[in-house]
């Protein structure tokens, strides 16, 4: 996103799920901060109710497949079908592959049906085991700069570093004078 502005772009992978989504809303609502939720598909047919209350609350959708599915195993027809499939619940046309995981031919496919594929420039890794709530702020704080998308998940295997450091890093970027944005579909 463009560097001249002083903003960062919040994104949340892999939801929504009960365990992490409702806290992640409440942070963000405490910081009065949007975000874009990247969902999969199956957990939002699971939960449609917490996939309208991130529309509620005024948060952009993406997808990011029906099934958590990288790019490079599938042909290009599959990988499509796996999306639309998403599409059925999320209705969006932004879209992030797995792993950030796609072929030249899927990125194309993707493009020529409507999608905007969005990436990013800094993934947190909150979803490690090797790292603390600690490690997962300095790597906001080390390299958050204007215009950054920001990668975090929300994930059973998030939600315990998410609960210790994510009104942290909120208020560090909010510290350092960066509006937060959604991505707009």
């Not at 949007?34 to 991130?54: C, H, I, Q, S, W």
């Not at 905007?116 to 300095?138: E, F, I, P």
């Not at 700069?145 to 994510?166: A, C, E, P, Q, Y």
Request: proline letters at 4%; hydrophobic letters at 40%.
């Amino acid at each position: 996103m463009s560097r001249r502005e002083k903003a960062v772009y919040l994104t949340f992978d892999d939801g929504p799920i009960p365990e992490a989504t409702p806290f992640v809303l409440d942070v963000l609502d405490q910081f009065g901060a949007k975000a874009t939720f990247f969902m999969v598909g199956d957990n939002a047919a699971r939960y449609p109710e917490l996939l309208e209350e991130v529309r509620r609350r005024g948060h952009s959708i993406g997808n990011h497949t029906y099934n958590h599915i990288g790019g490079l195993r599938w042909s290009s027809w599959k990988y499509l079908y796996n999306v639309h499939k998403a599409n059925e619940v999320l209705r969006t046309k932004l879209f992030r592959p797995p792993h950030g995981w796609m072929g030249a031919a899927q990125y194309r496919t993707m493009r020529i049906f409507g999608y905007k594929v969005v990436m990013w420039d800094l993934v947190t890794r909150d979803y490690s085991c090797r790292l603390t709530a600690q490690d997962v702020l300095d790597n906001v704080k080390r390299y958050a700069r204007n215009g950054s998308i920001i990668t975090f998940h929300d994930s059973l295997k998030s939600i315990d570093k998410l609960r210790v450091m994510l009104p942290d890093a909120l208020q560090w970027l909010k510290d350092q004078g960066y509006e937060f944005k959604r991505i707009e579909d």
